[in-house]
């Protein structure tokens, strides 16, 4: 039997209160085996660890059980204090009484009763507990950053600036991702195209960057430190180490009549097209479902005209796999779709436009060449109604229920711009709160209001018509003079909610990250560790965590690039000790183990055995790679004839807990 | 039908393409047919049989079988071809060495429900068109062929066989079989009467085992009702729900394998129908990750040793439980 200690944290009174920790520590110090059992105010001090390493040593302990807070919060800390007093650290268990107890009760007897519960069961697993040493793992020194929007660009050369090798993926044909299709950025009003693309080239530039547009992660293997990544090159049918950019395959090319997303299909682009004359890498793309060739092998202008013979119609998408130490996720977000807003007139008319339409409206790039047009008549719009929180901040199954965070400001940007430009233009913001934090921000709304005098309403929309004079009827409310508003606009711009890219959801399944219920990925600790996911090795920047600006999603991808780089800089990362082993005896061979094992850790092998009739005989028996196993334990409840175990967490320390928890 | 199995057998055996014979013998009584192994002519002539009792799965044989030295001749019915094939899948035969003869199906007679009429001193029964002509220590007596048919051939799901090497008779299609009923008929049981209904079902159990070592999923090296260590070995129930929990885990352990193959409720000598519970697990199975057929062929991913995208989430799972 093992000599165990039991050590019962007070928590200040996060426990104290809620729990009598004097009755757990004397309930528990008549189990059988324990012998000695204190309570300290925090066990998580010096001085608590102290009396946990005097204990080990006064009383030769063989096991040692804390009841405290969650695992997450604290094992290392007791692990690493039994290993200073010489105890092996895998000898330690926690019972956690605080965040599944303490927190959750009201009731002192209750959660005293539950406490005292938690920590029979760790006692009778630290009975069976074995001493285990950890392994090393190496680490690959190369990151992939999936998205090459500005997040993933500001990530990449980050972690490229350090000295590592840095991948990027991005499913479009060119980085830039969404701030390339911005016409001006808040609060400073400068160009996005102006700061964005020397950051593009630059990346492209860089040594250590490799780009891989037109490209999507395929599956994901693996663990921190060293993830198998299968990326699937799609085909652009254009050979990117030939093509020059030169464009005269899109002039040249017949087939004009695509709409163009890169300019919201507020115009067309030809079906081999370079998406922005900045568009890094300056690659043509075949686009299969326009191109007349690809569909009907009936053209081939633009290999004619093409003078490195880069068009390649037999072009097959291709997967490369790579290995990386890191992964940081970049994928961004989109606006909503408008199916559900029938009230708002989106699809009827093609005035009402979304506000990442009026972007392209404006830019010296989109369909007017930077002149602000109806997209109906091509006519200057002379009145114009802005409406926030389009599907943001709903209550209704509709929209999201989140604030999407950068429309107050864009918003106030757009009227700010429109009037500066157009000063016989009237603009009317309707919204629910105007919500400006972050560095002169407010200083910015407030000029668009004071200096610009744009009409901001509080209230929302409830109706937008479209008249057969080509006016807009916009019917709304003014919740602060409690009148309804008849408003004719020539245009109505939609400030729609953002939500995450919807490659993100199958994304999170292959690198198993969590995600909310919003499908924004969850970082580890909302506070105190925003920019790592829950799984080790895998990273966040940008809007793919959350709604964000310019400025955050720039500081998050550097912030995430700092947590990549100082994993890089390891040469080596300690392995789990918990990991799954076969008893070869009892194993059937039967491959379920390696059908649901995520790491690819189970290899089979034919080895002979000796029978108990004294002949010998070929066995198929499953065999584990320590240093690919995570410990997840599927292997262990899919094996039929219970041959796998879990070092750490074995079958019998588990039913142990079970049988402790439920006598 | 039988001559020409035996003809075959002896072909094989003669020109040394196959060593041993997977077939079926004749017991104590007539209708006490039991599986065997055949290593020569001889043995073939005499005992070797084929008729309406010969409704035992002899896949499981193979596991042993196939593993010795030269190959293996067995006569698989078409439901034993889906449990060759989840062996295989699984590694547990070795498929190269064995040369399976596939042979027409049932229907298969049970014995009990000829027993149960009253008849008794059952010397032979032969099917004369249908209706069945027993000959007994007291006289002749006669019952229709249909009501004496084995519960799992009532509900056949398949007349096609899924591997083979070659064919004795025509082969045959899946089958549109009403085998979910009963589950059916359970699902819409409020939970007590469910209970009410297993508890009074698997309390009959006995702990003989049959269940378990008939089942051709069943072939682990050492099954956990064997293994002390594994903490469900019991040589002697300690409460009166122990022969419950057998059933439960053993449903669990061949969950996403069992191939319904029927051979538990048939052997089980307390008329348990612990088909039911694997039948189960498959309507389940079937309606959360979509159809599958374990053992209709051998490299598929079986729903609960495979992941997908499109997996049903958890608290769809759990809302069906609810009740």
Known sequence: MQRIGVFVCHCGTNIAATVDVKAVAE????????????????????????????????????GVVICSCSPRMHENTFRKAAASAGLNPYLVEIANIREQCSWIHKDIATATEKAIILGKAAIAKVHLNTPLTSMESPVVKRALVIGGGIAGIQTALDIAEAGFDVDIVEKQPTIGGKMAQIDKTFPTLDCAACILTPK?????????????????????????????????????????????????????????????????????????????????????????????MLKNGKCGVCSKVCSVG????????????????????????????????????????????????????????????????????????????????????CDDSKGKPYCSKICCMYTAKHAMLIREKYPDTEVYVFYIDVRTPGKNFDEFYRRAVEQYNVHYIKGMVGKVTPKSDGKIGVQASDLLSNEQLHIDADMVVLAVAIEPDKTARPLATMLTTQMDTNDFFTEAHPKLRPVESATAGIFLSGACQGPKDIPETVAQGSAAAAKAIGLLCKNSITCNPCTAHSNELMCNGCSSCEKVCPYGAITYIDKEFRMPDRTTAIRRVASVNPAVCQGCGACTVACPSGAMDLSGFSNSQIMAEVDAICK | MQEAMIKRAKELLADGSVKRVIGWKRGEFAYDITPAVFESAEELDKDFVFDDFTSANVSKYLVKESKKEGKVLVFLKPCDTYSLNQLTKEHRVDRDNIYVIGIPGGPKLDIEKIKAKGITGILSVKNDNYTLKIDTLYGEETMPFSEAILDKCASCKSKKHVTYDELIGEDGDVLDSDRFDMVEKLENMTAQERYDFWREQLSKCIRCNACRNVCPACTCEKCVFDNPNSGVENKAASDSFEENMFHIIRAFHVAGR????????????QNIPLHLLNRKFIKDINSLYGEYQAGADTTSRAPLTDYTADDCEASIVHERGAE
């Open chain 1, 200 to 292: 593009m080239v630059e990346a492209s530039q860089n040594e250590h960057i490799t780009i891989h547009s037109f490209s999507e992660v395929e599956d994901v293997k693996g663990f921190v430190g060293n993830f198998t990544v299968k990326i699937r090159k799609k085909a652009r049918y254009v050979d990117e180490t030939k093509c020059t950019g030169c464009g005269l395959c899109t002039e040249k090319c017949p087939m004009k009549k695509v709409p163009n997303e890169f300019n919201m299909g507020l115009d067309n682009r030809s079906a081999v097209y370079i998406p922005f004359a900045q568009a890094v890498p300056k690659v043509a793309t075949i686009d299969p479902n326009y191109c007349m």
């Open chain 2, 258 to 269: 069992c191939t319904d193959c029927g051979e538990c409720s048939r052997v089980c000598p």
């Open chain 1, 27 to 62: 309930a528990l110090g008549h189990e059988p085996g324990v012998v000695i059992s204190q309570d300290y105010q925090y066990m998580c001090s010096e001085s608590g660890q102290n009396l946990v390493k005097d204990a080990i040593k006064e009383h030769d302990l063989g």
């Open chain 1, 310 to 393: 880069a068009i390649d119609y037999k072009q097959q998408d291709r997967i490369i796999e790579e290995k990386y130490g890191a992964i940081v996720v970049a994928t961004g977000f989109n606006p909503i779709k408008l199916d559900k807003y029938d009230e708002f007139a989106y699809n009827q008319c093609p005035d009402v436009v979304t506000s990442l339409e009026l972007e392209r409206l404006m830019n010296a790039a989109g369909p007017n060449g930077g002149t602000l047009l109806r997209p109906s008549d091509k006519t200057h719009p002379h009145t114009i109604v802005f409406v926030q929180c389009v599907g943001s901040r």
